[in-house]
């Protein structure tokens, strides 16, 4: 089997999704080899490049018809094994990767082992923030990714600290003991159904408090849910 052949079974059983560079190859072929035949299996369409020297297999969407990138995070992860480095998510980027925020931060931050990098790819801008190695050999992967957010916490104010209070006692201590009070008075499917107006409630509040502007196809959206709620209860 030759190196090229090698290296494009290795390919063949990452699967889709997963990033690479030459250095993940380094025990079947020589740095120079492993990228030139990256570049020709580029060139044939066989593999995507996400950034310079990074190659992934792009996974294809039934649904959307079309290709799939590799996940920033991939790509980060397989620069890192190229240059030895340690990285952990920081700031946004953690708290994405801990469930904690649902939304993808356009800028995704990292902390690394290595000096500072910054790239590119697709509509993320990804930064390597240097750190020394005795705060990230200290502790696992996972154990990084649960503390980095910890470690760039805003200050809050007076104003911060009270809207924190009243989203924790006012949206979840008391909505909670209020909808468990409605089952325990109409029965759980009722408040089930009761409680798909809540997207309703949330449209109104950030029309009314933001001046968010919505078209006629949600107007109608939630008028049809007030409907069915009246129709089932």
């Not at 090698?6 to 990452?14: D, G, L, P, Y």
């Not at 240059?83 to 800028?107: E, F, H």
Request: some cysteine.
């Amino acid at each position: 089997m030759t190196e090229a052949e090698a290296i494009a079974k290795r390919i063949e059983s990452f699967g889709a999704g997963r990033a690479f560079t030459a250095a993940d190859f380094s025990d079947v072929a020589g740095r120079r080899n492993a990228a030139n035949a990256l570049g020709r299996l580029h060139a044939k369409g066989g593999i995507a490049r996400a950034i310079r020297g990074v190659y992934y297999v792009p996974e294809r969407s039934a649904l959307m018809g079309t290709e799939v990138p590799a996940s920033a995070d991939e790509v980060v992860r397989a620069v890192a094994r190229a240059n030895k480095w340690i990285v952990a998510p920081s700031g946004d980027a953690a708290l994405n990767a801990l469930g904690l925020d649902t939304q993808v931060p356009a800028k995704l931050v990292y902390v690394s082992s290595g000096p500072y990098k910054r790239y590119e790819y697709g509509p993320y801008d990804i930064e390597l923030r240097h750190r020394a190695n005795r705060d990230l050999l200290d502790c696992s992967q996972i154990t990084c990714t649960i503390v980095q957010p910890w470690a760039h916490m805003p200050a809050l104010d007076t104003a911060a600290v009270e809207a924190l209070a009243v989203f924790v006692i006012v949206g979840s201590f008391l909505a909670y003991m209020l909808y468990m009070q409605g089952v325990k008075d109409i029965g759980s499917v009722r408040a089930s159904l009761i409680g798909t107006v809540e997207p309703v409630s949330a449209t109104i509040t950030s029309a009314v408090m933001l001046g968010t502007v919505f078209l006629p196809t949600d107007l109608i959206g939630f008028a049809m849910i007030i409907v069915m709620m009246f129709l089932t209860v």
